[in-house]
């Protein structure tokens, strides 16, 4: 039971943690009324799916929706920017491959940004893409050192926690025994004590008896001035 617990406590702490070193969406997640005009019959439909999923705290939904919006409007560039940023959001909220995925879907709709440079992109429209590529790959490489700083951590939560819940589980082999040793010699003490105490009251009330038999005899003989 106590090593469940303590593993409800890992779950705890991880979440925490993940949550402290998280933050909220970095991006503003929709376009303008201008933009979202802009958008095909069918996108337009995907990209509100994907604000209704935002409402609803689903932003892995949301990102699939955005996702399919960006693949029918080939060419619409504020799409790209929504589910990039999104996606950076979501994956600095994750860890391992999970994280990675969302940092390669950003890179996706940075890259096809990149390839409208010629078709129609604005010079900072293309500056803003280049630095997010950047950004994003800085990402992926340092994800694995992330993890560890966040693992790191999180067992340093762990074994202050479980020190005030359960110290007991911290303990070395070594500890144990010198714990247990105690105790037996605790439990010897008290139990010599015990006995003594007890032979104590046994001499003591031996002291008792004899006395009163004395008393008695004395009792029995005739009294000097009787006599005569």
Do not use: C
């Not at 201008?34 to 604000?51: D, F, I, Q, T, V």
């Amino acid at each position: 039971m106590a090593k469940v617990l303590l593993w409800v406590a890992v779950l705890i702490a991880m979440t925490t943690l993940i949550a402290m070193t998280s933050s909220s969406w970095a991006v503003d997640p929709s376009v303008t009324d201008e933009e979202e005009k802009g958008l095909s019959a069918p996108a337009r439909e995907a990209y509100r799916k994907g604000l209704d999923a935002l409402d609803h705290i689903r932003p892995d939904k949301a990102i699939e929706a955005l996702t399919t919006a960006q693949k029918i409007d080939t060419r619409n560039i504020p799409i790209r920017f929504l589910v990039a940023g999104l996606a950076v959001s979501e994956a600095k909220k994750k860890m391992g491959d999970e994280a990675i995925g969302l940092f390669r879907i950003a890179e996706t709709a940075y890259n096809e940004i990149l390839a409208m440079q010629n078709k129609g992109a604005k010079p900072s429209e293309i500056r803003r893409a280049q630095l997010g590529q950047e950004m994003v790959k800085d990402l992926i490489i340092k994800q694995a050192e992330r993890d560890a700083k966040r693992m790191k951590v999180g067992r340093d939560i762990i074994k202050e926690r479980a020190k005030e819940l359960y110290p007991e589980l911290l303990l070395t082999a070594e500890q144990k025994q010198k714990i247990e040793e105690a105790k037996k010699q605790q439990e010897k003490s008290a139990s010599e004590g015990t006995k003594r105490q007890a032979s104590g009251s046994s001499r003591s009330s031996g002291s008792s008896r004899g006395g009163g038999s004395g008393g008695g005899m004395m009792g029995g003989m005739p009294m000097p001035g009787r006599s005569r």
